[in-house]
């Protein structure tokens, strides 16, 4: 069966401080990745998604950054965080069937001070 | 105005009763429709994912469509207190498109026992 793990799970940082968020799936190759930020009482924000390694479309513009160094890993980074950066992120990936159907992960909580 | 609307909630019930959580959307080109449920501090679930109009029932759970007038429901019989947490529905216009979801911002629901 595939999972879908994210680390770590809860994050607090200070302004200006780097962030790296990992996330890894098992049990399947090549799978669309995607990187959301859910805010409190928001719906779910599309920053990122993959459809391969090395293959990255940004959504929405701002000061972080994703990569895929791996099939199955997706990473997402800042150099310099931003109090508005605070969020819920998650990492999901795409059904076999490429339907848009997302199975996510356990998300990353992240507050910036 | 939003693309998808949702009722933030919160949605109190009593168990054993029928719950009726909604959404509304302005995009006519939206095409598959599913229902998310997510507990608290957790990564949001696919619960039901339905294409077109009509009706799809999974065991206490019951997704309508209707295109005509733009509204979507999912209905949840006998409830339970497991039950309690937010539903997300979302919609895309197409398949293969997980990129271009479109999520409500999510109704929280309250079952007590």
């Known amino acids: 069966s595939q999972t879908i793990h994210q680390w770590p799970a809860t994050l607090v940082q200070p302004v200006g401080s780097p962030l790296s968020l990992e996330c890894t799936v098992e049990g399947t190759s090549n799978p669309n990745l995607y990187w959301y930020r859910q805010a409190a009482g928001r719906g779910l924000q599309l920053l990122f998604y993959?459809?391969?390694?090395?293959?990255i479309s940004s959504e929405v513009p701002q000061n972080l950054s994703a990569s895929r160094p791996q099939d199955r890993q997706f990473i997402l980074s800042s150099k310099k965080l931003l109090l508005s950066d605070s969020g819920f992120y998650l990492c999901a990936w795409e059904g076999f069937w490429n339907t848009g159907e997302l199975f996510f992960g356990e998300g990353s909580r992240l507050t910036v001070l | 105005q939003k693309e998808v609307e949702q009722d933030p909630g919160p949605l109190s019930v009593p168990e054993g009763a029928i719950v009726s959580l909604n959404c509304t959307y302005s995009?006519?080109?939206?095409?598959?429709f599913m229902w998310y449920r997510q507990y608290s501090r957790k990564g949001p679930e696919l619960l039901m994912y339905t294409y077109s109009s009509g009706n799809k029932e999974d065991g206490r759970f019951t997704a309508q469509v209707d295109k005509s007038s733009k509204y979507i429901s999912l209905f949840i019989r006998d409830s339970q207190p497991s039950d309690s947490a937010t539903y997300l529905c979302?919609?895309?216009?197409?398949?293969?498109?997980?990129?271009?979801?479109?999520f409500g911002g999510g109704t929280r629901l309250m079952v007590k026992p």
């Open positions: 993959s459809i391969g390694i090395d293959q």
């Open positions: 995009n006519s080109a939206f095409q598959y």
């Open positions: 979302a919609m895309s216009e197409r398949d293969n498109a997980g990129n271009m979801l479109t």
